[in-house]
């Protein structure tokens, strides 16, 4: 692929096209550090869920254990 890339830019001769082919890869730079950076933010956003979900179990535990004291016989 990289051999295929290089060769494709040694025959561009155009220096319009050069420069078409810069801001191309520029983008695709930029396009590349968003996608990263969604990529940390979906997992960013998992990792909470999953501690938002032990969080929500563990407050159910103990609203279960505080009903069964409260509902005891005295």
Do not use: C, F
Not at 9 to 34: E, F
Not at 56 to 73: D, F, I, S
């Amino acid at each position: 692929m990289q051999k295929q890339t290089n060769e494709t830019l040694q025959s561009i001769n155009h220096l319009d096209s050069l420069r078409a082919v810069k801001v191309a890869i520029d983008m695709n730079k930029a396009q590349d550090k968003t996608i990263d950076m969604l990529v940390n933010l979906v997992a960013s956003m998992d990792k909470n869920m999953k501690l938002l979900a032990v969080k929500v179990l563990e407050l159910e535990k103990k609203t279960e254990g505080l009903e069964a004291y409260a509902n005891r016989e005295v």
